[in-house]
């Protein structure tokens, strides 16, 4: 009976330590700057939006949250420089959907999306639309599809670039309704759009924030999200389910992750400070101007939505043959 009472009381003061250890942490953090790694360029939605947020951060944690640009061998420079970083909430990484991607394309990744990673939040999302040059005679999906059908190799659309959740987005809409509809790459969503505002191509797969003003200004027809419901920025745009009946969900998030094995404690601090930066009303008015919409998941969330996205478009990849060149 001794050894139980000993091993009991042995678990209950270990409970305590680890309890009152997370406890410290969670009230001390941060003490120091933390850098925020974006692996791409300034000006993009990752990088606006982790500018958005890092400054309500700043504000509400008493410490610089510093954005940093780290774009380099197509973004795994920044985020594996993010992996192999010390767990201690020092080193983050705003990210967006290519972390789901990223795997599918490239079979010796330098970092595993899973595994390296500790999801803080889902911070906003944004659908792909369908967008098209005025010139061309269709008003709806079907009537587009029913085209491109009569007409194989006639028709072109333009992505942000190869192995882009735009390209993806693309192939996917080639797989469902089996259209034979050249995909040509930019560098760049902006590049893409313009090119078919142009008319040098005949639609564009955009993700809504890049595409949202030309179709308000009537140089680009937009004939369908490529999400679950329709976008507050264009509320008289159908989903692909309304207006073809086939589910096509191909949203656009951005969030923040740490390094595996950081406590749960700065995790949970983070989190609840970022839930509150994208429930600031003067941050949900910039959004809706981009085109997002706040989600602010959960830890929980934002580790199933990775997965089930490297699920969704490592079968797209699969069946368009898609490479990482």
Known sequence: MRVRSHCLELAVVTTFACFASCTAVAQ??????????????????????????TVKLSQTL?????????????????????????????????????????????????????????????????PHVLVIHPSIPATSVNELVALAKANP??????????????????????????????????????????????????????????????????????????SSKRASALPNVPTMLEATGQDLPADIVNGFMAPAKTPRAIIDTLHRELAKAMAAPDTRE???????????????????????DMARWGKVVRDAKITAD
Not at 35 to 49: F, K, L, M
Not at 64 to 73: D, K
Request: hydrophobic share 40%; aromatic share 8%.
């Open 153 to 226: 190799g006639k028709y072109s659309y333009s992505s942000a670039g190869p192995g882009t959740p735009a390209h993806l987005a693309g192939e996917l809409f080639k797989l469902a309704f089996g259209v034979d509809i050249i995909h040509v790459p930019f560098k760049g969503g902006g590049l893409g759009v313009a090119s078919t505002r142009g008319g040098h191509t005949s639609m564009a797969v955009t993700a809504l924030p890049t595409g949202v003003n030309y179709v308000r200004d009537g140089s680009l027809r937009a004939l369908a999200m490529f």
């Open 28 to 53: 001390t953090y941060p003490i120091k700057a933390v850098r925020v790694i974006v692996a791409s360029g300034p000006g993009g939605q990752t990088d606006t939006t982790a500018r958005l947020v």
């Open 62 to 126: 008493g410490q610089p949250f510093i954005v940093e640009n780290m774009g380099g061998a197509g973004g795994n420079l920044g985020v594996m420089t993010v992996a192999r970083a010390a767990p201690d909430g020092y080193t983050l990484l705003a990210v967006g959907s290519s972390i789901a991607i990223s795997g599918s394309l490239n079979a010796k990744l330098p970092y595993d999306p899973v595994n390296d990673f500790a999801p803080i939040s889902l911070l906003n999302s944004s």
């Open 286 to 308: 910039r959004l809706a101007t981009m085109g997002f919409d706040p989600v602010a998941g959960t830890p929980e969330e934002f580790a199933s939505w990775i997965k089930t």
